[in-house]
């Protein structure tokens, strides 16, 4: 009775079949390759870093964030249990770090550096070791003005990698910190007319 309410539930119009099937010992749900949020994320991840790359951060804003609109957390933490699936856990949030990273970028091409800031102090606090969002905050408060308050993320970065894992920052941010020293033109948003 269940399985028949199911059948009816997820029946289509248009379709003939339903997307539950009777197989031995029991029951398979057949799915498309589009109707899983999964498959959905990784395609518009795909989307979004082709539009950054061909500079069209508009499309890239909003590619990245319809992926990050199919997200639902916790993800997977009442089912993971084993290897496989915890390193299918861990591979699906590295991929939406992956995607709020490339988002960040293309908002700050855009932009939208003020509106980013609170969001990135959150994520540096949530992910210290992730130096892309700690170059991606200096950068928002610099282009707000604050290069002191950028130059003290600097320092706060620096400082946890050294006490964590005996690092110094990586290349991008020195390189940020140099440039934000220097106030290097590079850093100013350049708007086409």
């Known amino acids: 009775m269940y399985v028949s309410q199911i059948r009816k539930f997820l029946r289509r119009p248009g379709q003939n ?8 010992p029991g029951y398979v749900l057949r799915l498309g390759h589009d109707h899983l949020d999964f498959h959905c994320f990784e395609r518009l991840v795909c989307e979004g870093r082709d539009h ?42 590295e991929a939406r770090l992956e995607c709020i990273e490339m988002l960040t970028d293309s908002r700050l091409m855009l932009g939208r550096h003020r509106e980013l800031v609170s969001d990135l102090y959150q994520l540096t606090t949530e992910h210290p070791l992730r130096e892309a969002l700690h170059r991606q905050l200096m950068l928002a408060l610099y282009r707000c003005g604050r290069r002191a308050d950028a130059l003290h993320v ?40």
């Not at 319809?66 to 249990?81: E, N």
Request: net charge negative.
């Open 52 to 93: 950054l790359r061909e500079r069209r951060y508009q499309q890239a804003t909003a590619t990245f964030e319809s992926a990050l609109d199919l997200w639902r957390d916790p993800l997977l933490d009442d089912v993971c249990h084993g290897p496989i699936l915890e390193g299918f856990q861990t591979w699906l949030k």
């Open 17 to 24: 079949e339903s997307p539950v099937i009777t197989r031995p």
């Open 154 to 193: 600097y320092q706060a970065a620096r400082k946890t990698l050294n006490e964590e894992l005996g690092l110094e920052p990586c290349r991008a941010l020195q390189d940020m910190q140099r440039a934000i020293l220097t106030s290097d033109d590079r850093l100013e948003l350049h708007v086409s007319a």
